[in-house]
């Protein structure tokens, strides 16, 4: 049964990180659950998983980023008329994927090197695509550090899922795609621990969403 995850889930961040945050995660989990009709919430051990690509000593443990920072970005990209073209770079079961359709986005793509949780992407894409039947979902099996992404996409989502080498090779095929078809793209960048990173390569700061340690986004723009 799904509380008995919680509890387990409730255990793992109180040991690994504070009460505080176990507190404020599982409010947000099970509530942003309820709410999107999805089931993204279970972790996953990576280096378990069927996965592509080189970069499988690089993955480490699946979690779902925080329904609260999804929810806060997405509202500030709808006040900023951001394209609808959006992208998760590192998809996982599909979290930020259906929560975007919430908020208004209509070319939805996710792309995650690890089959299973593909798998499970399209499911809970699937759930929700009756409330949103103009919706075009795409999840691809690939290594994001090797996709240069289309000139439909405009927004770029990260839950930290790279370490450094893999996260410099995936800004650089943004860069390349940027280059061959100019245009305005914004990037949230959850848990931001390579923020430097996006500070050399010329993205501004729009806004730093921080509610405590551990819950923190920035998002970027950049137009070319």
């Known amino acids: 049964m799904k509380w008995l995850y ?12 504070t009460p505080r945050l176990a507190i404020f995660s599982m409010y947000h989990e099970i509530r942003g659950e309820r709410k999107y009709n999805i089931d993204t919430s279970r972790l996953n051990n990576l280096k378990k998983l069927a996965l592509a690509g080189n970069n499988a000593r690089y993955a480490e443990i699946y979690q779902g980023a925080s329904y609260y920072l999804l929810e806060e970005a997405f509202s ?15 998809s996982g079961k599909g979290r930020a994927m259906a929560v975007a ?6 070319k939805i793509r996710g792309i995650d090197f690890a089959e299973e949780l593909c798998a499970e992407a399209r499911d809970n894409c699937a759930q929700i695509t009756a409330a949103f039947p103009g919706t075009d979902w795409q999840v691809i099996h690939g290594n994001a550090a090797d996709y240069t992404p289309p000139k439909d996409l405009h927004v770029f989502f990260f839950f930290n899922p790279f370490k450094m080498p893999v996260m410099k090779q995936a800004l650089h095929h943004i860069a390349r795609s940027t280059a061959a078809s100019p245009r305005r793209i914004f990037v949230v960048y959850v848990n931001p621990q390579l923020k430097s990173l996006f500070d050399d390569a010329g993205y501004v700061e729009r806004l730093h969403i921080k509610k405590m340690d551990f819950v923190e986004a920035i998002i ?3 137009s070319l």
Do not use: C, H
Not at 76 to 90: E, H, R
Not at 101 to 106: E, P, S, V
């Open 6 to 17: 919680y509890i387990r889930y409730f255990f793992y961040i109180t040991w690994n990180w």
């Open 220 to 222: 970027y723009e950049k």
């Open 101 to 106: 359709a919430y908020y208004g986005f209509t």
């Open 76 to 90: 500030y990209l709808q006040k900023m008329n951001a394209p609808d073209g959006f992208i998760d770079m590192g």
